[in-house]
């Protein structure tokens, strides 16, 4: 892979013709380092917001995997031999079920209904060594992506399968996830009460208690509060939590470790008033700018300092057919913008790699990596300085140096 000091000296020497992954893994090393610093328990990296970053994420210390599919749990064993893996999808297939505890050792596994139990019973062969977390439901309400919908059980079925549950695994434990991209640490206070009910409810005792992920990153229309209130808030409802004294916490981060490891650079088409079309997409990697209408912080690629022409808001075309192929945005970007030139889309770590289609043969990609800072970042120094029209935002961030946000170069 090529090494370039940011996305402007990648265009300069390539003038790509596909959209270019600009790769951080330095910033992925940060974010990983400040959870394992920092979240007073067990760290698990879900894989599925990129798997192309478990390498680093492993080498800045997080030694747990969340792994959802058996090719996860193979990608794991092959890069990472020995690392240890929970199986926290809680509908899982027979075959992966078998093949996870047989071919690779593992004893971790997530269930939302008797059924499930009973697949992993059979299919484990009654085994007495499981860790199983039951997946209960709660409140999503302080979330930007809602995933409360499909997994989950609550009140009296929920007391249930934690009573069964108890009596066939080794250690029981509770699991959730509060929804994508929390924007107030009350989430996860507001789930742990609904979690503390459910224990006395149900009378069993806890050894593992899992907050899932959720953590937020930034973006311009979304600044959470600093991450370290998050941690303080899990913490101390942790201490009141009725469990056993050994009870371990553990997370499941996902777009919090790796959201700033990546940008994609992208070419402008064709401008039509104040809507771009582009070489890239929500059949791409640009699916959350489509429906769930992330606005990603944007930056023309060029030898400018940011600010010297206007900026104005555009919306996005990507490159397919489609109508819902539509990112609205708004995007601020310079008045002048036009065809060829690049746009730098930033803190696109996290669930864009693999959510890309072959759809219309746009499926091409190149990755880049380049040692600058993220546009944006909770954990060190940004480049933007100005976006969607906040100012130097990220002052009180998980980063405790003091720096103030750089400027663009
Ligand atoms: C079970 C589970 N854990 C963790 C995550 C990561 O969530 P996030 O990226 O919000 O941290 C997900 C995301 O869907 C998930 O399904």
Sequence with gaps: MHEFISAYSMVCATRPEYPVYCLRPQAVTLA??????NFPGRVLYAVKTNPFFVETVAAAGVQHFDVASLAEIELI????PGARMSFMHPVKSRTAIRRAYFDHGIRDFSLDCPAELDKILEETGHARDLNLLVRVAVSNRHSCLQLAGKFGI??????????RTRQVARRLGICFHAGSQL?????YAEALDQVAILIRRSGVIIDILDVGGGFPSVYPDLLPPPLADYVARISACFETMPVSETCELWCEPGRALVAEGASLVVRVEMRKDQTLYLNDGTYGGLFDAGQPRFVYPVERVRNVKRGESPLQEFSFYGPT??????????????????EGDYIEIGNLGAYSMQLRTEFNGFSNYLLASVSDQPLLSLYGESRAVEVAGMTAIIDSSAKDNGQTPGETQ
């Excluded at 057919?321 to 913008?337: H, K, N, T």
């Design 32 to 37: 990983s380092r400040w959870f394992q610093d």
């Design 77 to 80: 064993s092959s890069k990472l």
């Design 154 to 163: 609550s009140g009296g079925p929920a007391a249930d399968l934690l009573l």
């Design 183 to 187: 924007m107030q640490p009350d989430a």
């Design 321 to 338: 057919c489609d109508s819902m192929d539509y990112m609205p945005g708004p995007f601020l970007l310079p008045v002048d913008i036009d």
